[in-house]
């Protein structure tokens, strides 16, 4: 059995929020994997890379999130339970 908690407006999926997490991306073979600093330029990189093919932050989220139902979906063997909270 999987049970989806939460499944409510804006808590589940979550809304998007801008964290400053683009800046943390490195690229393989980067020294910052492996906690030393950034020797690539990847931050340059990532904020190169075409708009339509990474797609906004926003888009990014809604992928993840779409991610996570398919996972739990997926999974359930016999029973799928979506859990709200009014």
Not at 1 to 8: E, F, I, K, T, W
Not at 53 to 60: A, D, I, Q, T
């Amino acid at each position: 059995d999987v049970y989806v908690p939460y499944l409510n407006e804006e808590y589940l999926p979550t809304s998007c929020r801008d964290d400053g997490a683009k800046n943390s991306r490195h690229v393989s073979g980067c020294d910052a994997l492996h906690g030393g600093r950034c020797d690539k330029k990847c931050a340059a990189y990532f904020a190169s890379l075409a708009e339509k093919e990474r797609g906004g932050p926003e888009e990014r989220h809604l992928n993840g999130e779409r991610r996570l139902a398919h996972v739990a979906a997926t999974r359930a063997k016999e029973k799928l339970v979506f859990l709200s909270v009014d």
